[in-house]
């Protein structure tokens, strides 16, 4: 079984400044997947970025980058010059295992201030 | 082009009742998913299916069915609904359970 954690139920930030927002899992599994969805309040969940755990490089998708720990079991998300935009719930979740069945976070919600 | 669709979007009915929401995803995707997200947005998998597995987390009712008609398509079909199965429903599709998910815009259903 694994376990998502994402201990920041709410957090807000300035437009154009940075905000992290953190996450932490848990496999047995030496090959699994991170990811990071974000539902607006249009309530669409859309992917925002993808690590595989096996790469050491972290994930870059233009304003949003990773920073994935993997001896912590760490994966933040790091959005940069933030945007009203981005206002949202962030999920992170992992897949791993023969199965692959995702586990979801309970979410961030992320307010950018203007 | 909508990638993942559901119907309806919302969909209101009577404790007791039996109603289905319907998944299409037009991505050529191998498997596809369904998830509930309750009140405080908790997003948990229902069920993951492609042509050749149905994976149920055993935490779902055996109320809930997962009815695929070919790999375009994965319903979802509730029987003898109850209070506590109100809730935004979502479906999914991957190619290959390892890879993203894309989601449909979610069915909220409200039970009275």
């Known amino acids: 079984a694994q376990t998502v954690t994402q201990s920041q139920p709410e957090m807000s930030v300035q437009e154009a400044e940075t905000v992290t927002l953190s996450c932490t899992y848990d496999?047995?599994?030496?090959?699994?997947?991170l990811f990071w969805y974000k539902q607006p309040p249009s309530r669409q969940m859309i992917l925002v970025i993808r690590q595989e755990a096996y790469k050491q490089q972290n994930a870059t998708e233009n304003r949003f980058s990773v920073n994935f720990q993997k001896a912590a079991k760490s994966f933040s998300l790091k959005i940069s010059d933030s945007q009203l935009g981005d206002t949202a719930m962030y999920f992170c979740?992992?897949?791993?295992?023969?199965?692959?069945?995702?586990?979801f976070g309970r979410g961030t919600s992320l307010i950018v201030h203007p | 082009d909508t990638a993942v669709s559901q119907t309806p979007k919302y969909l209101v009915t009577q404790m007791g009742n039996d109603k289905s929401i319907k998944c299409e995803q037009n991505l050529g995707h191998d498997t596809m998913y369904w998830y509930k997200q309750d009140s405080k947005k908790f997003l948990k998998i229902m069920f993951s299916y492609n042509n050749k597995e149905l994976i149920i987390n055993e935490t779902v009712p055996n109320r809930f069915s997962p009815k695929s008609p070919d790999k375009a398509h994965l319903n979802l079909h509730i029987n003898s609904l109850e209070l506590g199965d109100s809730a935004v429903y979502f479906c999914?599709?991957?190619?290959?359970?390892?890879?993203?998910?894309?989601f449909g815009p979610g069915t909220r259903l409200l039970v009275l």
């Open positions: 979740a992992c897949t791993s295992g023969g199965s692959y069945i995702p586990t």
């Open positions: 999914a599709s991957s190619q290959g359970r390892k890879e993203t998910q894309y």
């Open positions: 496999t047995s599994e030496n090959n699994y997947y």
